[in-house]
């Protein structure tokens, strides 16, 4: 080997050695970088979870007093309802007193109060949302809305016609809430 | 998370829940009812009834008006249940092709499982 090479190759692991240096820094420098990575990730993860269990507790706190205000407003929510009710029980109240008053009433005079009377309890009804269902002797029996408990075979009547209304039928807010009863023609 | 529910297909009433936040919650039908009768219909007019309209017509229209059908699932028609529900039951039970015991309405047949699935549907478009 000519001395000119031995330079070459001298030079070569110099330069060899010199790169090898700068790799051991640069990997001392990554490995505090990442070091420093993982101390921030774990703070940000410490973070998260604790503002988890805020949240966590939160929504809980949220949903017990949702709880808690809903059984409030249960408690009161036929307030209204029974306010009115309050009414037609002071109606029946004063008509009894004036039938007890010894005076005589005749039998059409005290039809006609109960009338008056029913005819108010019915508006407190459909005040609060409950009408009764319409129907009429001869119409189709429809189960959306009736209730089939006795049949009948009438020749004087169409198929599936109702023949007798047995008990009347109310929707509270357009749901049905009890259907009409009634007796169906069936041929 | 897809939601948990849970079906009560009952031989009388159906009932559907659901998981919320760890509590069941029970689904309320259209009617603004927690049970729905497992009741199936089929009207004169070919129409389907489920659940309680199917109930409240079953004594216009017996024959055609189907409940209790969990009894008849994975039944033969000449086990000693189906002999019993035969004779107890006012609409049509006919053998299938294999023999398990099926229901014959205004002329077609069907399969229990079919009309357990009737109440099914029945159940999932309320919820």
Known sequence: MSSENREDLYSESNELNETSQDNGESNNESIDSKDQEIENLRKALAEANENLLRVKADADNFRKRIAKDFEEKLKYANQSLLMDFITFADNIDIALTHLRGGEDFSIDKIREGFELILKQFKDILSKHGMKEICCEIGDQFDPNKHEALMLDARDDFENNAITMVLQKGYTLNDRVVRPTKVKVNKK | ?127
Not at chain 2, 71 to 93: F, H, M, N, Q, T
Not at chain 2, 112 to 125: C, D, G, R, T, Y
């Open chain 2, 1 to 127: 998370m897809g939601k948990v529910i849970g079906i009560d297909l009952g031989t009388t009433n159906s009932v559907v829940a659901v998981m919320e936040n760890g509590q069941p919650k029970v689904i309320i039908n259209s009617e603004g009812m927690t049970t729905t009768p497992s009741v199936v219909a089929f009207t004169d007019s070919g129409e389907r009834l489920v659940g309680m309209l199917a109930k409240r017509q079953s004594i216009t229209n017996h024959e055609n008006t189907i409940f209790s059908i969990k009894r008849l699932i994975g039944r033969k028609y000449d086990a000693s249940e189906v002999l019993k529900a035969r004779s107890l039951l006012p609409y049509k039970i006919v053998p299938a092709d294999n023999n398990d015991a099926w229901v014959e309405v205004r002329g077609k047949k069907y399969s229990p499982q079919e009309i357990s699935a009737m109440i099914l549907q029945k159940l999932k478009k309320n919820s």
